[in-house]
């Protein structure tokens, strides 16, 4: 059975493997490009996702393939009488089975093509805009522990200026929201994958309420023009 040699990086002594010890491990799965492997025997080390196994198994089942083809059987002709008349050796070959029967049915190509993917550092949505920052304002911002969007409540009662300065807070919540958010969430130890869930969500929110008012506000003036 042929053996591999395994090294995590060059400080470590590598470590000799069969194919199924591998798989078991978990080692194939790896895609760290500092795993590297060698057959035994062999000079070059190669990162484990680009060793050719493959190969290398499919060349073993076909020796075991070869080792276990019948032997041609003797047979005696025997006459009416019972008596052996005589011996004769057939010339006949057992078919050669399949070798593809022979060969241990390793899932190779499947262990090459599973990869673990690695949960990503940084969320895809940094630099998308938010709509439930956008809509919810401070309400977004306290949820998220953000709190300077509170100045927002005393802009409303400056009259004019206040209004203005409240719409351009509301923007730029929508454009910086997730970027802020994130920096909070990251401190809480929140994974990318439940940041996005949680923004996504406030997003779904904040464009349903901007549409609603929206809609409510067009409804208005077109009644009080009539």
């Known amino acids: 059975m042929k053996k591999y040699l395994v090294k995590i990086e060059d400080s470590i002594m590598p470590q000799s493997y069969t194919f199924d ?11 760290d490009d500092k795993i590297k492997v060698k057959l035994e025997g062999d000079s070059v080390w190669i990162t484990a996702r680009d060793y050719p196994f493959s ?4 060349n073993v089942g076909n020796e075991v393939g070869t080792m276990q083809i019948e032997q041609r059987p003797s047979t005696q002709r ?13 010339s006949h070959t057992t078919p050669q089975p399949q070798v593809r029967e022979l060969r241990r049915r390793i899932p190779i190509e499947s262990t090459q093509q599973r990869t ?6 940084t969320p895809s949505i940094l630099n998308t805009w938010n709509w439930g920052a956008f809509s919810l304002s401070w309400i977004w911002g306290v949820c998220n522990g953000i709190y300077w969007p509170l100045i927002m409540i005393a802009c409303n009662f400056i009259p004019y200026i206040g209004v203005l300065c409240s719409l351009g807070i509301c923007i730029y919540l929508g454009l910086k929201g997730n970027e802020m958010a994130w920096v909070n969430a990251r401190q809480k130890g929140t994974d990318v994958y439940s940041f996005e869930s949680t923004q996504g969500t406030w997003n779904m929110v904040g464009l349903v309420l901007f549409f609603a008012c929206f809609l409510i506000g067009a409804l208005s003036a077109i009644i009080f023009l009539l």
């Open 21 to 31: 010890q591998l798989i078991d491990t978990g080692l194939l799965d790896n895609v």
């Open 55 to 58: 190969d290398v198994e499919n």
């Open 78 to 90: 025997v006459t009416h009488s019972g008596l052996l008349s005589n011996t004769t050796i057939t």
């Open 116 to 121: 673990i993917n690695p949960m990503p550092t």
